[in-house]
């Protein structure tokens, strides 16, 4: 017998839309299935080998397959709006949703595919602006709504998910062809411009561990440079982490190392915030193996 998640996966990959499987009951990928988006397949033969053992739930890789699924998720038990979201029939991300459209002048686009959530949220399916390459976010539009595009992945229809906040399935609520994105929403998910780049100067001891520790420096910053969409966060985190080592040793400075890390994040796409924090959790996790130089 077909696994629904396994006859939405063909479905989702008939119709062009890259898919990929998630653990079992879970909304992570199976351990050590790693560069989903760039593995993400509609070929029916992969799609049936990587289901034909287990009963995978499914993803759907948004920006290769050319979407933009806006997630508006519900509060969990205890969760109330911020300051800025406090207002009158405000109950959720459907709420938020609804009146951030009527602020842009816009209808709420409910005529979409919709997928409703484990938790009783919705997925709403847009196809994104030929050409266009926007990032996935994280509240960006307001509470409780996160968007997925490129770098990131929904949930497909099928998929039941046992997790500690919420057991259910994802399902169909409303059956579509997804429109285009509303040019207002498209203005609002556009990424703003990157801020003047400021060169950053790492004053390095001029001893005979010089060459090294610049190549130290390079190299990290060369893997940033070169990391993969769904990867740029495990690679900032990976950079930092390895340059604390030698922070944590006193070779290098912790300051002017910091700010380079977060301005190459920043670069690749991530938020301020996001990149100073994963900047910080890196360099916390390197210190706790200092590298010391020997004196020179």
């Not at 985190?237 to 300051?255: D, S, T």
């Given at each position: 017998?077909?696994v629904?998640a396994?006859?939405?996966?063909?479905?989702?990959?008939a119709?062009?839309?890259p898919?990929?499987?998630?653990?079992?009951?879970?909304?992570?990928?199976p351990?050590?299935f790693?560069?989903w988006?760039k593995r993400?397949?509609?070929?029916?033969?992969?799609?049936?080998?990587?289901?034909?053992?287990?009963?995978?739930?499914?993803?759907?890789?948004?920006?290769?397959?050319?979407?933009?699924?806006?997630?508006l998720?519900?509060p969990?038990?205890?969760?109330?709006?911020?300051?800025?979201?406090n207002?009158p029939?405000?109950?959720d991300g459907?709420?938020?949703f609804a009146?951030?459209?009527?602020?842009?002048?816009?209808g709420?686009?409910?005529?979409?595919l919709?997928?409703?959530?484990?938790?009783?949220?919705l997925?709403?399916?847009f196809?994104a602006p030929?050409?266009?390459r926007?990032?996935?976010?994280?509240?960006?539009?307001?509470?409780?709504i996160?968007?997925?595009?490129?770098?990131?992945?929904v949930?497909?229809?099928?998929?039941?998910v046992?997790l500690?906040?919420?057991?259910?399935?994802?399902?169909?609520?409303?059956?579509t062809?997804?429109?285009?994105?509303?040019?207002a929403?498209?203005?609002?998910?556009?990424?703003?411009?990157?801020?003047?780049?400021?060169?950053?100067?790492?004053?390095?001891?001029d001893?005979?561990?010089?060459?090294?520790?610049?190549?130290?420096?390079?190299?990290?910053?060369?893997?940033?440079?070169?990391?993969?969409p769904?990867?740029?966060n495990?690679?900032?985190?990976?950079a930092?982490?390895?340059?604390?080592?030698l922070?944590?040793?006193?070779?290098?400075?912790?300051?002017?190392?910091?700010e380079?890390l977060?301005?190459g994040g920043v670069?690749?796409?991530?938020s301020?915030?996001?990149a100073?924090?994963?900047?910080?959790?890196g360099?916390?996790h390197?210190?706790r193996?200092?590298?010391?130089?020997?004196?020179?």
């Amino acid at each position: 017998m077909t696994v629904p998640a396994l006859r939405y996966a063909l479905a989702a990959a008939a119709r062009g839309w890259p898919v990929f499987p998630l653990a079992a009951g879970d909304k992570a990928p199976p351990r050590g299935f790693t560069d989903w988006e760039k593995r993400a397949t509609c070929d029916p033969e992969q799609v049936h080998a990587w289901w034909q053992h287990r009963p995978y739930n499914a993803g759907i890789a948004t920006g290769p397959a050319g979407l933009v699924v806006i997630d508006l998720d519900v509060p969990k038990p205890g969760q109330h709006p911020p300051p800025a979201w406090n207002l009158p029939g405000i109950g959720d991300g459907a709420d938020v949703f609804a009146l951030l459209c009527q602020r842009a002048g816009i209808g709420v686009p409910w005529e979409t595919l919709q997928v409703r959530t484990r938790r009783g949220g919705l997925h709403l399916y847009f196809t994104a602006p030929p050409g266009t390459r926007l990032p996935s976010t994280n509240g960006t539009l307001g509470w409780l709504i996160d968007t997925r595009a490129w770098g990131g992945y929904v949930v497909a229809p099928g998929s039941t998910v046992t997790l500690p906040d919420g057991t259910g399935r994802y399902t169909v609520q409303h059956a579509t062809a997804p429109p285009a994105l509303p040019p207002a929403l498209f203005k609002l998910l556009q990424p703003a411009p990157l801020p003047a780049k400021r060169p950053v100067h790492v004053p390095i001891p001029d001893n005979r561990h010089s060459a090294y520790l610049r190549a130290a420096l390079n190299r990290e910053l060369d893997h940033l440079a070169a990391a993969r969409p769904g990867q740029r966060n495990r690679a900032l985190f990976g950079a930092a982490a390895a340059l604390g080592e030698l922070i944590a040793g006193g070779a290098l400075p912790e300051a002017e190392v910091k700010e380079l890390l977060e301005q190459g994040g920043v670069e690749l796409g991530l938020s301020r915030g996001e990149a100073a924090r994963t900047v910080a959790s890196g360099l916390r996790h390197g210190a706790r193996r200092p590298r010391h130089l020997s004196a020179a």
